[in-house]
């Protein structure tokens, strides 16, 4: 009888009911079949070790392991499915959002997008933060424009901290609040492939990161913005609602005012780390730029600045600015990071650093574009990577 | 639910997910890896329209090809984030068969350069499928899933060899 394959004597180690009679019995008594049937079992049981996950709680069944199957369970005890289960939800309702906002975005003309989208940009409009970034870019503005024409107000050429207690974040007022907002180009925030579909969607080229920090490995993935354009149209009746009165009143010629402002496109590499955390991200935006249909900006910074709701060291850093509409403040709460004054590329630059060093990273404008690099890096990391960029 | 996903993921997830992240361990060695790549593979499968009746099957296909892809691409865990272990330290000891953390990282790489379907059938049969659950998964028949096993461990089998002739 020819000997029974070296896939037969495998699956005897495993399986020995699934071998013909005929072949067991052959091989019980073949010393060359049973010399092959020991290499095979050694080679199993090797790999099979091998294998194991590094985590005992993965391991296999101790009682299985040295019977007659060489190969494992799958048992896994201490997984924390209900966990894992609502993980997998979360990001499938995140995806089924982003899905329905690129779907409205494809179809709906612009100022008709999705009442998700929509939503969302309101809530973003909500954001303290955004309202100080508008603020601040209306009251940093200096030059007077002439009635009718979009005049440049504000183009940001360096970043500065702006730092705000955590309790005074709340306090903070919403642009919305004080008349209308209106997207004209609302963000379009999607994935592209490689570099020249980057560089095509948004004009930029993609920086050349020289070495990646330790830890940080692998291709990035790569996100580009399109040009985001906003307008605000400055209501004196629902300002002084807001306020409930206490607004002082605003100056003839403020109420109905125009500001337009812009930001992007730009783009995002993002290197992501095994659990989908970003690691690092590198990011180059065209700075925000802010327009106004004519309005005494003095007049303007000083009613603004005098609103009830803004806290008054906020207020006290803005006007600190320069008043030559070229400072795009950087707002961090007081209690999560702290920041101080540095140079790339001989540009002054802005580093951030978390408090507990678990999130660094550091900003500054180059050439009318804002850069950024940041992440789970440490704060010389991230200067080295800024520093080394092409 | 989340429109679009078939209504029966998270039965489906509950049973399969603890064999879905064995296999996945399997091929990378880290259970919090293996639990990133099951949650990749069953973000598919939800939106798949996979049999249940085959789900079981294609599940741990999917398991393993993903973690052979991260295996590939390199996309590991951070080296800050790897438990820090003694390089001497070994496997746990089952049937005599000591591994050390070394070897274990040699048959990974081993693992990555194999023949797919090897890699698949090597990772699938030591995550505790039998050969006929491996042989519908891969469209074998059971009778040739025996060999690709054989042939994928005598590979590893040599790696390892190869590496210790050598130190």
Same mark, same amino acid.
């Given at each position: 009888?020819?000997h029974?394959?070296?896939g037969t004597l495998r699956r005897?180690?495993?399986?020995p009911?699934?071998v013909?009679?005929a072949?067991r019995?052959? %091989?019980?008594?073949c010393?060359v079949c049973l010399? !092959?049937?020991? @290499? @095979?079992?050694e080679d !199993?049981?090797?790999?099979? /070790?091998a294998?194991?996950?590094d985590?005992?709680? =993965? #391991?296999?069944?101790?009682s299985l392991?040295?019977?007659s199957s060489?190969?494992g369970?799958?048992s896994?005890a201490?997984?924390d499915v209900?966990? #894992?289960?609502?993980r997998?939800?979360?990001?499938?309702?995140?995806?089924?959002?982003a899905? @329905?906002?690129?779907?409205?975005?494809a179809v709906?003309? *612009?100022?008709?997008q999705?009442k998700?989208?929509?939503?969302?940009?309101?809530?973003?409009l909500?954001s303290?933060v955004?309202a100080?970034?508008g603020v601040?870019a209306i009251v940093?503005g200096?030059?007077?424009? /002439? /009635?009718g024409?979009?005049?440049?107000?504000f183009?940001?050429e360096r970043?500065?901290?702006i730092?705000?207690?955590?309790a005074?974040?709340?306090?903070?007022?919403?642009l919305?609040?004080y008349?209308?907002?209106?997207?004209i180009k609302?963000?379009d925030?999607r994935k592209?492939p490689?570099?020249a579909a980057?560089?095509?969607a948004?004009?930029?080229a993609?920086?050349?990161?020289g070495?990646l920090?330790?830890?940080?490995?692998g291709?990035p993935g790569?996100i580009v913005?399109?040009? %985001?354009s906003a307008?605000?149209?400055?209501?004196?009746?629902?300002?002084?609602?807001?306020?409930?009165g206490? !607004?002082p009143?605003?100056p003839?010629?403020l109420?109905?005012?125009?500001?337009?402002?812009?930001?992007?496109?730009?783009?995002?590499?993002?290197?992501?780390?095994?659990?989908?955390v970003?690691?690092?991200?590198?990011?180059?935006?065209?700075a925000?730029?802010?327009?106004?249909?004519?309005?005494p900006?003095e007049?303007?910074?000083d009613y603004?600045?005098?609103?009830?709701g803004?806290?008054a060291?906020?207020?006290?850093?803005?006007r /600190?600015?320069t #008043?030559?509409?070229?400072?795009?403040?950087? *707002? %961090?709460s007081s209690?999560?990071?702290?920041?101080?004054q540095?140079q790339v590329?001989g540009?002054?630059?802005?580093l =951030?650093?978390?408090?507990?060093?678990a999130?660094?990273?550091?900003v500054?404008?180059?050439?009318g574009?804002i850069?950024?690099?940041?992440?789970s *890096?440490?704060?010389?990391?991230a200067?080295?990577? @800024?520093?080394?960029?092409? | 639910?989340v429109?679009?996903?078939?209504p029966? &993921?998270e039965?489906?997830?509950?049973?399969?997910?603890p064999?879905?992240v064995a296999?996945?361990?399997?091929?990378?060695?880290?259970r919090g890896?293996?639990?990133?790549?099951?949650?990749?593979?069953?973000?598919?499968f939800?939106?798949?329209?996979?049999?249940?009746?085959?789900?079981?099957?294609?599940?741990?296909?999917?398991?393993?090809?993903?973690?052979?892809?991260h295996l590939?691409s390199?996309?590991?865990?951070a080296?800050?984030?790897?438990a820090a272990v003694?390089?001497d330290?070994?496997?746990p000891?089952v049937a005599?068969?000591?591994?050390?953390?070394?070897e274990r990282?040699r048959?990974?790489a081993? &693992?990555a350069?194999l023949?797919?379907k090897?890699a698949?059938a090597?990772v699938?049969?030591h995550s505790g499928?039998s050969y006929?659950?491996v042989?519908?998964a891969l469209?074998?028949s059971?009778g040739?899933?025996?060999?690709t096993?054989r042939?994928?461990?005598s590979?590893?089998?040599?790696?390892?060899?190869?590496?210790?002739?050598s130190d």
């Amino acid at each position: 009888m020819r000997h029974p394959t070296d896939g037969t004597l495998r699956r005897l180690l495993d399986e020995p009911a699934g071998v013909a009679d005929a072949d067991r019995a052959h %091989v019980a008594t073949c010393q060359v079949c049973l010399t !092959a049937l020991a @290499a @095979a079992r050694e080679d !199993a049981l090797l790999v099979g /070790a091998a294998l194991l996950a590094d985590d005992p709680s =993965l #391991a296999d069944d101790p009682s299985l392991a040295g019977g007659s199957s060489l190969a494992g369970t799958s048992s896994a005890a201490g997984l924390d499915v209900d966990a #894992a289960w609502s993980r997998l939800s979360r990001t499938m309702a995140a995806d089924e959002q982003a899905a @329905a906002d690129r779907a409205s975005g494809a179809v709906l003309p *612009i100022g008709k997008q999705s009442k998700a989208r929509q939503s969302r940009w309101r809530k973003a409009l909500r954001s303290p933060v955004i309202a100080v970034v508008g603020v601040a870019a209306i009251v940093t503005g200096a030059s007077a424009a /002439a /009635a009718g024409d979009w005049f440049p107000i504000f183009r940001a050429e360096r970043v500065a901290p702006i730092t705000i207690d955590p309790a005074d974040l709340g306090k903070l007022p919403e642009l919305g609040a004080y008349g209308e907002v209106r997207f004209i180009k609302p963000p379009d925030v999607r994935k592209v492939p490689d570099a020249a579909a980057a560089r095509e969607a948004t004009g930029l080229a993609v920086p050349l990161v020289g070495e990646l920090p330790r830890g940080v490995t692998g291709e990035p993935g790569l996100i580009v913005v399109n040009q %985001v354009s906003a307008q605000f149209t400055f209501d004196a009746a629902k300002a002084a609602a807001a306020t409930q009165g206490s !607004a002082p009143t605003a100056p003839a010629g403020l109420d109905g005012s125009q500001f337009r402002m812009t930001a992007g496109p730009g783009l995002a590499q993002v290197w992501t780390e095994a659990r989908g955390v970003p690691a690092m991200v590198v990011v180059r935006v065209v700075a925000p730029k802010a327009y106004s249909t004519g309005v005494p900006f003095e007049m303007a910074r000083d009613y603004l600045l005098a609103l009830p709701g803004l806290p008054a060291n906020v207020a006290k850093q803005l006007r /600190a600015f320069t #008043a030559d509409g070229t400072t795009l403040p950087v *707002i %961090v709460s007081s209690d999560e990071g702290v920041t101080s004054q540095t140079q790339v590329r001989g540009r002054p630059a802005t580093l =951030l650093t978390n408090r507990g060093n678990a999130l660094n990273g550091v900003v500054w404008v180059e050439d009318g574009v804002i850069n950024a690099v940041g992440g789970s *890096i440490s704060a010389d990391e991230a200067l080295s990577v @800024a520093r080394g960029l092409r | 639910m989340v429109a679009g996903v078939r209504p029966d &993921l998270e039965q489906v997830f509950r049973e399969a997910y603890p064999r879905v992240v064995a296999v996945a361990a399997r091929v990378l060695g880290s259970r919090g890896e293996a639990e990133d790549v099951a949650q990749e593979v069953f973000l598919t499968f939800g939106r798949s329209s996979v049999p249940a009746g085959e789900a079981a099957g294609w599940l741990s296909v999917a398991a393993a090809h993903t973690a052979l892809n991260h295996l590939r691409s390199g996309r590991r865990r951070a080296s800050r984030e790897e438990a820090a272990v003694s390089p001497d330290a070994v496997a746990p000891d089952v049937a005599d068969a000591v591994v050390t953390l070394e070897e274990r990282r040699r048959v990974r790489a081993a &693992l990555a350069t194999l023949p797919r379907k090897q890699a698949v059938a090597l990772v699938l049969r030591h995550s505790g499928l039998s050969y006929a659950e491996v042989a519908a998964a891969l469209d074998l028949s059971p009778g040739s899933v025996g060999t690709t096993v054989r042939r994928a461990e005598s590979a590893l089998r040599k790696e390892l060899n190869r590496h210790a002739s050598s130190d």
